[in-house]
Structure formats: structure tokens, C-alpha cells
């Protein structure tokens, strides 16, 4: 690098150092960043020692280093942003840059106006305090056996929503995140993977 030679392993490499490997100049990937519509069904990692179907198969084939950026479980489905951008991966899921995500989920009964209340002021669950930004009913089932709610948050702990509404008496049935700072899924087709511009970029790091 730049005339040293590199033995530790994590070594860091400022914008500018030449690298060459074996005489050959190494480069970096350029940046890239995608929507991905998930389906049901995908995990969301680069690869799943179970075998089950991971998002990759919905990966173009080049850049080379992307990676979800965030996560939506196997059951899940809706907008998953896709980079090989590691500070922008950062800004859209540490919950002090507040962007926002917004979520359809399916529960089993209609909560009332206490079991809303409770999201949004939250609770604690192993050990994790956990709530959401806010919560309104799009549908109520006329016979009171399901209702739709639409879910904004800012953060995103693991099975989060799924651990609330079970939390409250009204599970999970089906979620799709249907927005993502300004990106909103409608007009995707599930498994689509579309490029994002530079305007959409600098959109999602200013929310």
C-alpha cells in the first residue's frame, strides 16, 4: 500500500492509498444501491446454513459486494434495500438518523384504542424496550376476526412488529414493508430489483 507492505489483517486504507496485490493494482467495487421488491419465502442473508432460499437469487450480477442492508424475516415482505455501500447501510438502519419505515401488518382481531396506545408508548421485550413511531387501522373485519394496521418506525429490532403485536393479544398474520424513507413499494412486482439514481440517494440520506 503505497509502497509499505500490509501484514495485519484489518489493516485500513484511506481514499487515494494505492493497493496492489501479487504486482497487480487492486480497486475497490463502485458504490451501487438497489430496491428489492422480497418475496415471502426469502431469508434475508448472503447465505442460510439450513439451506432455505436466500434474497441473493434477486441480486444483479454485478457490482460485486452487495449486501440487504437491514432485514425482513422469511414470512415477510416488501421493500429491501440492497448496497455494497457500508456507510450507507449505516445511515439507513441505525435509528438516530430516523428513517423512516412503514409497514401493512395483518393481525389476528381488531386492537382497540388501548392496544394502539400501547405501541406507540411502547414495551419491553427480552429485555429490549421496543415501540413505534405510529399505528393507525386501514381495515377492520366487520365479524372483528382481522384488522390491517399501518406501522411507522425508525428502528428495526429483530421480529420487532411480530413480538408487539403478540405482545398486545394480536399477532402477526402477513407484513410487507411498503415504504422506505420516500421509496414506496407500489408498481414493484415481488423478486423486481431496480437501481437506485443519485436523486433517490441523496433523498433516503437526508430523511
Known sequence: MDGKIITELGTKVDEGNVVTLDGARVSLPEHAYFVLNKP???????????????????????PAGLKPVGRLDKDSSGL???????????????????????????????????????????????????????VTVSYAAPNGNKAVLRMILHEGRNRQIRKMTEFIGHPTTDLTRVRIGHLKLKGMRPGECRRLGNSDIERLLGD
Open 80 to 134: 429491501l434495500l440492497i448496497s455494497n455501500d457500508g456507510d450507507f447501510a449505516m445511515r439507513l438502519t441505525h435509528p438516530r438518523y430516523g428513517v423512516e419505515k412503514e409497514y401493512e401488518v395483518s393481525v389476528s382481531g381488531v386492537p382497540n384504542e388501548r392496544d394502539l396506545g400501547r405501541l406507540e408508548r411502547g414495551m419491553t421485550i427480552d429485555g429490549q424496550h421496543m415501540s413505534v413511531d405510529t
Open 40 to 62: 415471502k419465502g426469502y431469508v434475508t442473508t448472503l447465505s442460510d446454513d439450513r439451506k432455505r432460499p436466500t434474497v441473493v437469487k434477486f441480486f444483479p450480477s454485478s
